[in-house]
């Protein structure tokens, strides 16, 4: 568990600084409105879990989903492997736009598992995948 809150601790602070991303969810980043109750009762870390939103609509999503090599696109999340949701066109897509946004499901949401994998490795993934939009 230390290497999956540990990898998505750096690829969320990656992500955050990324130009093509718009917001990052995960409770370890101190721009996060849970951080300080994350510190507080997480004390062995966070989790290898975390949202993020892509700048662009849900083509840019869906492109970027599926540029990924390394990370694999797939529909539960939970592994040692690193793995990526897209909701709005997966988990979500038999509801209409207005019912995903009323549920929390927004056109750029990504949810991703981050694994064991050398985070060098993940983050180069994400780095040529954005390059993809």
Known sequence: MERHSQN??????????????????YPYIETSS?????KKYLKGGGSGLLTFGINGGI?????FAKSLNLVALVVTLGDVRSCLLHPA?????QLSEKEQIASGV????MRVSIGVEDIRDIISDFEQALESI
């Open 106 to 109: 927004t056109p750029d949401l």
């Open 59 to 63: 083509e840019d999503a869906k492109r």
């Open 89 to 93: 066109t997966t988990t979500h897509s």
């Open 34 to 38: 849970q951080y300080d109750k994350a």
């Open 8 to 25: 998505a601790l750096d690829l969320a602070k990656w992500l955050e600084k990324h130009p093509k991303i718009r917001w990052v969810n």
